[in-house]
């Protein structure tokens, strides 16, 4: 999906902040949308010689052929898979289990899911190879996602994979339709990924909210929190016992099990019926999340029951969403603000946040020609920077914009410290929810 990773696309270890591992399933695509302008994916491809002209065949366009990768290639992701199980016994030996999930990409020089004969086989070999990988979380993204209910195998429609994360591209809120396409397949966790991001993104109706306050502004300590009236006081009791602050579990992470997608849990207050932990019969009231899947209906002043939350039916939302601008020769320019407010809806409805980078435009604060320093050539902040001509010939040469009145500098070649991941002084790396249990 046109992003960079290492080893000449090979993928063992991958540059992307948000995965651990890449794997290819093809090379070759069809570009379906603005996102695809530059494509990476194809600047690589001609690179290694797969054009017109080059020492390969060309790969790029529905009528030209996909490079196929070798059977070596394919066994990759087993080794990382046995490295993943390996790891977790190790941990289990020294008592502090360490189960982390590896997530693995699907595709970076292709669309997993795109309509072209030469990727039948391949998809085919994927789906196969993901079953094998329990120690995987796969993350299958794509911009054609009308086509997860056909091409998915039916038993995944069925039974869900733990192990699988779908995720589609939306750079903007035109391309919303493609989050409403995904959610309609069954799935464990959903991710967006906002990269490029070419123009402002509201996904607040994607993001539904689980707790009272995003668990990230919850305080740390139950002696700073305040439960609502109806919640009862032997409940809430009860809940602040488990996530005792001794232990050094206060609210925060009693929110962000509440948000965990494997929990599964009905927001916080939702009036709901479900299924009482002692037996088959049902109880209806306002929810209140407790631990993993188990929760408490409020069916009274100072009555409550023991519920579990598996049976409950959630509507589809996101989990997760990465958002980046764009690199290259032509990037185009993305407004910090639509980073920002991401982040915030994001948040604000206890999800996870990753921004993976700013890409060839960085904001800079208001950049000025001092004539004392720097022979009268403008200086940019942050960081200190002198560049070598005066802002009215940065401007005039395209390096310097000023977009919605952010300054933006574009990045000069090989120079990485300007694509820092650092978003209003924090960086936002986060990744979706670990499962819960380790996938025996
Ligand atoms: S879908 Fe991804 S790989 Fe295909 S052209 Fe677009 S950006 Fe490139």
Redesign the pocket.
Known sequence: ??LAIGRCGMGEITGISWTDHTFNIAWG?????P??DN????REAIRFGYSAGGKHFPIWGQKEQRRKLSDAYWSEPIKWDRMARENWSESLKKGKPAYKTRLTFTS????VL?DHPDLDSERAKLWELVDKTKFLQWIIL???PQNFRKMLPPEWLKEPRMNVILMT?VEMQQYTWRIDEMLKVPAHCYAVSAEPLLGPLNLEKYLPAKVPVAPHAMPEKWSDWTWPDWVPRRLAADIESFWSDKCGRGPREWAENACSSYNNHPPFGDNVTLEHVGGNTSRTGLYVPRWNNIGSVVTGLNEYEIVGSCSYKQPASLDWVVVGGESGKNARVSNPDWYRKLRDQTKAAGMRFHFKQYGAWMPVGEPKDDPEYYGGKAIVCPPPRACTASVQSLVERDELRLVDGHWMLRAPRKDSKWHERILDGKLWDERPQMRPDPPF
């Open positions: 999906m046109g695509c069809t570009k379906v949308s996102a695809c494509c990476y994916a194809e970076s020089m292709a669309d795109e794509t911009k054609r591209t």
